[in-house]
């Protein structure tokens, strides 16, 4: 008598990112879109208004990190 070994199964793969991290980019993603297009409509700079978002989104990423979590 031989005894039929169970069928094996997948494991489904984790999420991408989690629901924190999401929460965090998503947050300084609209701070950053929030601060280039206040200093677009103040100066009328693309370059300075793009410059502005990102430095922004950058500077606000580990504040974030910090304060949720």
């Known amino acids: 008598m031989s005894t039929v070994p ?4 997948q494991q489904e793969p984790g999420p991408l990112l989690t629901l ?3 929460v965090i980019l998503l947050t300084a993603a609209i701070i950053g879109l929030v601060v280039g297009g ?3 409509l103040s100066a009328r ?3 300075g ?3 502005a978002g990102l430095t922004s989104f950058g500077v606000s990423v ?3 990190h910090k304060l949720i979590g």
């Open 6 to 9: 169970p069928p094996q199964t």
């Open 20 to 22: 924190r991290t999401t």
């Open 38 to 40: 206040l200093t677009f």
């Open 45 to 47: 700079s693309t370059a």
């Open 49 to 51: 208004a793009v410059l």
């Open 62 to 64: 580990p504040v974030l």
